[in-house]
């Protein structure tokens, strides 16, 4: 007889705080791993690398052998939704994401009714291979971008410092926006349904510029298109266990506390861990949100930040994790020594 192994990561997201806190990393595989930069050099593009399973599972596990992180996320990008709707998605070295923008109704027009899944497909085989290859305590978690995220680069074409090109777009054409969001929210429920049928525990919804968006238009495009993504997740699927990133929400994160089925909210490093406990109910797990640039300093600065988020949590289901992804510059010894900080916490 064998008991399943407990993943403390999967205990967390259920609200029970755990003696010590599961641990990943957004970003936690890629570039400062020279073991990534290693295998991405064997592939022609970013788009090939994470369409081969063969690259993707093995950058999917690199940083678990590494660390022993509690989770294992799905190696992709927010972007391969985009890709598999039909609008030209590249990414060009050093350069980040270039798309071929969409300015009007004829360029919404153009996008396909449902995402190509035979073009998705090497996700879901990552995903099944990964699973069988993980050790038993680490859990696995799929993702998708928010539909505000993942619309804000269609529209623009590439990185914006601000999104001024998709929230023009928002204001002087809200009927023609609405709509692309709505396909966003069907295409990425679709999408996160396969991954959970195809082995991810748990799936995170990357909202990283929700921080861009005023009141009224926080409720319209971010929380509210994030919500029907969770209610029409569980409709299907009534145990999904679901994780929300809106990045930069700041004063804004109370309106999460009412979206139904709402597992966890990763909180971004401008959140106050008492802020966030006090806005939303002991049901929804926190994660979050030790700075990037700690980790990348390393030293006293990176053990005191690491303290400080360790004991801000209170009572509450902690994951850790970083505010925003890991940088490219970060040495690979200060995630060693973040790590050993938190299983010994
Ligand atoms: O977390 C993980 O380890 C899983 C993989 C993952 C990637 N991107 C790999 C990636 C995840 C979860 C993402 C999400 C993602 N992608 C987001 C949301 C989270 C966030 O960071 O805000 C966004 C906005 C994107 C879009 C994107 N992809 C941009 C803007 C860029 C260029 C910037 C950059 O870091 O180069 C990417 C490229 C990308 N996605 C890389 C990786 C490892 C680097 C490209 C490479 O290795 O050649």
Known sequence: MSSRPRKLFLAALAGERQARPPIWLMRQAGRYLPEYREI??????????????AFAVEATLQPIRRFGFDAAILFSDILVIPDALGQM????????PRLDPIVDAAGLAKLAEEPDWMRLAPAFETLERVK?????????????????????????GRGTPDQAPARLFAYRQPKLFAQLIERLVE????????QLAAGAEAVQIFDSWAGVLPPAEFERWCVAPVAAVIA??????PNAQIIAFPRGAATQ???FAHVPGLAAIGLDTAVEPRVAIEALPGRIALQGNLDPLALVAGGAGLDEGVDRVL????????????G????PETPVEHVERLVARVRKA
Do not use: Q
Not at 141 to 147: N, Q, S
Not at 232 to 237: D, G, N, P, Q, T
Not at 311 to 322: D, K, Q, S, T, V
């Open 40 to 53: 991405r050099g064997r592939a022609a593009s970013f788009l090939d690398f994470c369409y081969t399973p």
């Open 89 to 96: 998605v590249a990414f060009e070295s050093g350069e980040g």
């Open 132 to 156: 069988t290859a993980l050790p038993g305590d680490v859990a696995l978690i799929g993702f998708c971008g928010a539909p505000w995220t993942v619309a804000s680069y269609m529209i623009a």
């Open 187 to 194: 295409a990425s429920t679709a999408y996160l349904l396969r």
């Open 232 to 237: 029409k997740v569980r409709a299907s699927a």
């Open 253 to 255: 994160l109370g309106k």
């Open 311 to 322: 004991g801000g949590f209170g009572e509450r289901a902690h994951i850790f994790n970083l």
């Open 324 to 327: 925003h992804g890991i940088l």
